[in-house]
C-alpha cells in the first residue's frame, strides 16, 4: 500500500520567516503531488500542485519535487499569521483516481 | 460557485443505529470520494466513485457503503453503527480521474457514535 509521511508534525515560526514543510511518498511512479491546506473545522482547500522534477513557485509558495529520493517539499515565504492552519500533502498514486493523504503539518506563525 | 455541500454537519447516533451522510456538488463533477479524519491518523480513504452506480473500495471500506444513483449527488451509509465510526467524514469531488486534477472538499460532517 502507498504511504505518505509528512515532518515535522508541528511547526512554529515567526511572522515574516520562510516556513518549511517536509513530505515523502513510498512509490516513484506516483503522480501529481499536491498541498493543501486546511483551518480548523474546514475542508481541505489546494494550495500548490507539481508533476515533474524541479521546483514550482507561485506567489509567496515554492514546492521542490526530487522523484529519485520520493521527496517533495513545501516553502512559504514571508509567512503570516493567517498562514496558520494543518498543511496536508497528497499524492495520486498510480490509480490516479486514488489520492492518498499525510497526516499533516500543523503550522503557527506567530505574530 | 463551486461548492461541495455536506449534510449534516453533527450528527450523534447510538452504536447499533444506521447513519446517512450525504454530499452534493455542482460542478458536475465525475469523480466523488468519501474520506474519513482522526486525530492522529491524517485522512484516510473510504470509497471513491467514478461516476453514477460505479464505485471502488478505498483503503478502508469496512463497515461503509456508498449510493450514488446521480452525478450530483454521493452518501455515504453505516449500517449499525459502531463507536469506532465517531470521525469527521469529509466529501470530495473533482473533474474526472487525471492526477493534476484538484479535490474540492466538503466542510465535514462530524459523526458521534455513543
Known amino acids: 500500500q502507498e504511504k505518505v509521511q509528512q515532518s515535522p508534525e508541528s511547526l512554529i515560526v515567526p511572522e515574516g520567516a520562510m516556513s518549511s514543510l517536509n513530505c515523502t511518498f513510498s512509490?516513484?511512479?506516483?503522480?501529481s503531488i499536491w498541498w493543501y491546506q486546511q483551518h480548523p473545522g474546514k475542508g481541505p482547500e489546494a494550495l500548490i500542485s507539481i508533476f515533474s522534477n524541479g521546483n514550482k513557485k507561485e506567489g509567496r509558495l515554492t514546492v521542490y519535487l526530487n522523484r529519485a529520493s520520493l521527496h517533495v517539499s513545501l516553502h512559504i515565504r514571508d509567512s503570516q499569521p493567517s498562514d496558520s492552519a494543518v498543511y496536508l500533502c497528497?499524492?495520486?498514486?498510480?490509480?490516479?483516481?486514488?489520492?492518498?493523504f499525510g497526516k499533516g503539518t500543523h503550522l503557527h506563525v506567530l505574530p | 460557485d463551486m461548492k461541495v455541500t455536506q449534510m449534516p454537519r453533527y450528527l450523534i447516533k447510538r452504536m447499533g443505529e444506521n447513519v446517512l451522510l450525504e454530499c452534493g456538488q455542482d460542478?458536475?463533477?465525475?469523480?466523488m470520494y468519501w474520506y474519513r479524519q482522526d486525530p492522529g491518523l491524517g485522512l484516510q480513504l473510504i470509497y471513491i466513485s467514478y461516476d453514477v452506480d460505479s464505485n471502488s473500495e478505498g483503503d478502508i471500506p469496512k463497515g461503509y457503503r456508498v449510493s450514488r444513483k446521480k452525478r450530483e449527488h454521493f452518501s455515504l451509509i453505516l449500517d449499525s453503527a459502531k463507536t469506532n465510526q465517531t470521525s469527521v467524514y469529509f466529501c470530495?469531488?473533482?473533474?474526472?480521474?487525471?492526477?493534476?486534477?484538484?479535490?474540492?472538499f466538503g466542510s465535514g460532517t462530524r459523526l458521534t457514535v455513543l
Open positions: 470530495a469531488s473533482r473533474l474526472g480521474g487525471a492526477s493534476a486534477e484538484t479535490l474540492y
Open positions: 460542478m458536475s463533477h465525475e469523480t
Open positions: 512509490n516513484s511512479a506516483s503522480q
Open positions: 497528497a499524492v495520486s498514486t498510480t490509480n490516479a483516481y486514488k489520492v492518498i
